[in-house]
C-alpha cells in the first residue's frame, strides 16, 4: 500500500510563506531514498504543474519557471520526509499541491504523471 500525506497547507497574503510537508507509509516509506519525489500544483480550471522534483538522493534538484528562485524542494531520508519550502507567494501560487512518488524520469515536467500521489494540501494566497 502507497501513502503520501501532505500538510502544511493554509492562507497567506501575497509575500508570505509556507512550508508543506509529505509525510510517507507503506512501500514508499520503505523504500524512500529510492524514490524519485516531487510536488505539482492544480488550481481550479487549470492544468496540473510540476512544481519541483528532487532525486532519490537529493543531489538534483530542478523547478518550475514559474517559482524558480522562490520555492526550494527538500528531503530527509531519514525521517522519510519531503518538504516545500515556499517563500514570496503570489496569487497565481494558489491550488492544490499534491506530493508524488515516481521512478523515472526524475523531472519536474513528468512528476504530474507519476502513479503515485497524494490527497493534496490547498495553499490561498491573497493580494
Known sequence: QVSLVESGGGSVQAGGSLRLSCSTSGIIHLTYN???MGWFRQ????????VA???FNG???????????RFTISR???KRTLYLEMTNLKPED????????????CTVVGIPDAGN???GTQVTVSS
Open 53 to 55: 522534483s528532487i532525486t
Open 59 to 69: 543531489a538534483v534538484t530542478a523547478y518550475s519557471d514559474s517559482v524558480k528562485g
Open 76 to 78: 530527509d531520508n531519514t
Open 117 to 119: 500521489r497524494g490527497q
Open 43 to 50: 488550481a481550479p480550471g487549470k492544468e496540473r504543474e510540476g
Open 94 to 105: 494558489g491550488g492544490t499541491y499534491y506530493c508524488a512518488a515516481t521512478r523515472t524520469p
Open 34 to 36: 529510492t524514490w524519485c
